[in-house]
């Protein structure tokens, strides 16, 4: 399918990208990679596509509801907020601005992926962690994001929400949230 | 694939997902330890996600979650078993996520109605299973008590999960291929707890496809009344 994208929706996907992640403030949702296209039916009607990060995001609504304002304010009349699962959403569509601001407000955030799309599960013997994703570099270590140091433990796989695990530096003792990689 | 079969399908899965979900959320203000009870929530979480999206597909998710009649669901038995010790809750959560991780692998690759969602979820389910297969190494290969009371409760479940590996209408999926892949996983995680495969049937004469037929384990109706009972007390309410 072409798609183009006039000057106006280009606009309104800004406007949609620019407003703040409700969970993690310091993120927009462009950032956040999780605008996907603005279509503009008539003069004053719009269509967001919208993917969760996780299929049970509860920040999803509140997401919905931030974009449907701003836009509205900007003159669009109707606006809908469509929930896409596909393809669905990775770290890896996290921006490198979004990754440093993470860091910068004390998560970790996720590493590069080597690999974007379905996850391939091996199907013969399976050991633990079989279909954990992988980073791309696995000398990448993950660091600390209050000193640095990549001696580092995890305390928990889940923490304060579904995407981040719980994890406590070694170094300067300080726990610290880590945004996984999906 | 019409319609009907579809929902079948979809019912059965987010049943499954719902139903385990709640289980799930009993344990917020009873776990062991704060971080498990942050982890289990969270498990509730992403699979209360995956309920939504399947049972939208079958109707309205509140109607379906909120006003159907304890045979009406077609979850697993296992799911619905209760929560039990923390080595149940463990030996229940390693048994059905590696089911529904190798399910969801499959789905996520074929072109049918649920590869959008598998292909989302599966990646959600990665972290269940490890987390499931991590506890399960650290108690099965723990102290004497949390070794004993490991084995216990995977032999008490054992008998639940035969259920997963027969036909589902409108799920094409090789039963048998994915029960050999789900039997290894699982004994490989279990010998190296230092557990014993239990060794009983995978299902009683009397349970087998109970629960996909709508017939469901004495606990569940207890269940469904504490989950429906608000909804039901007050229709229509809103926060």
Partial sequence: MVTTTTPLEAELLRLAGSVPDPELPVLTLAELGVVRAVHLHGADTVEVELTPTYTGCPAVEAMSADIERLLREHGMREVTVRTVLSPAWSTNDITGEGRRKLREFGIAPPRVLAQEGPVAVALGPTRTATGLPSPADPAAPLTCPHCGSADTELLSRFSSTACKALRRCLSCREPFDHFKEV | MTTTVTATAALALGDDALVLSHRLGEWAGHAPVLEEEVA??????????????????????????????????????????????????????????????????????????????????????????????????????????????????????????????????????????????????????????????????????????????????????????????????????SW
């Fill in chain 2, 40 to 237: 289990l929530a969270n498990i509730a979480l992403d699979l209360l996600g995956q309920a939504r999206v399947l049972l939208s597909t079958a109707g309205d998710e509140d109607e379906l979650a909120y006003l159907r009649e304890e045979r009406a669901f077609t979850n697993l038995q296992l799911v619905e078993q209760p929560n039990g010790d923390f080595a149940h809750t463990i030996a229940r959560q390693l048994y059905f996520s590696t089911y529904q991780h190798l399910l969801y692998a499959r789905l996520a690759v074929t072109d049918g109605e649920f590869a959008p969602l598998a292909a989302k979820a599966v990646k959600e389910v990665a972290y269940h299973r490890d987390h499931a297969e991590q506890w399960t190494l650290r108690l099965g290969d723990g102290t004497g008590l949390s070794h004993e009371r490991m084995q216990r409760a995977c032999d008490a479940l054992w008998r639940f999960t035969g259920e997963m590996f027969l036909p589902v209408e409108g799920l094409a999926v090789d039963g048998e291929q994915l029960r050999s892949a789900w039997l290894e996983s699982v004994s490989g995680v279990l010998r190296r707890a230092t557990l014993t495969v239990p060794e009983g049937p995978q299902s009683g004469a009397w349970t087998a496809g109970a629960g996909r037929q709508g017939l469901h384990t004495e606990p569940f109706g207890r269940m469904l009344a504490e989950m429906q009972h608000l909804h039901r007390s007050h229709p229509g309410a």
